[in-house]
């Protein structure tokens, strides 16, 4: 069974830009849960989809969002991109009973 | 609010000597613990997880933990490091809420093996 997969692996943007993060899951799994890691803060939580629905969020301004589609597909989006937005941005999918998050490589975002 | 302190951010080993991680966590339910490692430009992959079955628990790689509610722990122990163990090793709490999930993670645990 494939794993987890993000595109793109790395990503340059300028302040102000926004950006899009892409993440499928493990085939079968309904849930993805995105994080955000940076040497200062660690890994934190962003929010968690399931069914297209987001039912659990972390505590992150606005500007950063998220959907999940029909084939559980998600997407994650920061808009106005700040240089604190630098990071390395993980997605993981869980699926049936288990109680596990499959992580996906990451994304790294550096914003210039 | 849950939490997770990992005890060391680095730590350093001789190849063959036991490795011990050590990982204290804070949970007003029954806590779900998991054990990941990462190695460099890789995501997180897990080791081992505790689901309140057995309170000692077995993972890959020959890593294990074990569970002490009086004590709020949760360590990860390796019996002989390889060289193969360098990597950063994070410690996890969750609470499953109506079927959601959050990880809580520590400040992670840099684990570097001396020949």
């Known amino acids: 069974k494939a794993g987890v997969t993000q595109t793109p692996r790395y990503l340059i943007k300028t302040r102000g830009q926004q950006v899009t993060l892409s993440c499928s899951p493990i085939?079968?799994?309904?849930?993805v849960s995105w994080y955000q890691q940076t040497p200062g803060q660690g890994l934190q939580f962003l929010f968690e989809?399931?069914?297209?629905?987001?039912?659990n969020k972390g505590n992150f301004p606005g500007r950063f969002s998220g959907r999940q589609f029909s084939n559980s597909r998600s997407e994650m989006n920061v808009s106005t991109l700040e240089l604190g937005d630098s990071a390395l941005y993980l997605c993981?999918?869980?699926?049936?009973?288990?109680?596990?998050?499959?992580f996906g490589p990451g994304t790294r975002l550096t914003v210039l | 609010a849950q939490s997770v302190t990992q005890l060391g951010s680095h730590v350093s080993v001789s190849e063959g000597a036991l490795v011990l991680l050590r990982c204290n966590y804070s949970?007003?339910?029954?806590?779900?613990l998991f054990w990941y490692v990462q190695y460099p430009n890789q995501g997180l992959q897990l080791l081992l997880k505790?689901?309140?079955?057995?309170?000692l628990v077995k993972g890959i790689n020959g890593f294990e933990a074990e569970f002490k509610k009086s004590e709020t722990s949760f360590h990860l122990t390796k019996p002989s490091a390889h060289m193969s163990d360098a990597a950063e090793y994070f410690c996890?709490?969750?609470?499953?809420?109506?079927?959601?999930?959050?990880?809580?993670f520590g400040q992670g645990t840099r684990l570097t093996i001396n020949p």
């Open positions: 085939s079968g799994h309904r849930s």
């Open positions: 993981a999918s869980r699926g049936g009973t288990t109680d596990t998050q499959y």
């Open positions: 949970s007003s339910v029954p806590p779900y």
């Open positions: 989809y399931f069914s297209e629905t987001q039912r």
């Open positions: 996890a709490v969750s609470d499953n809420f109506q079927g959601a999930q959050k990880l809580v």
């Open positions: 505790y689901t309140s079955a057995a309170t």
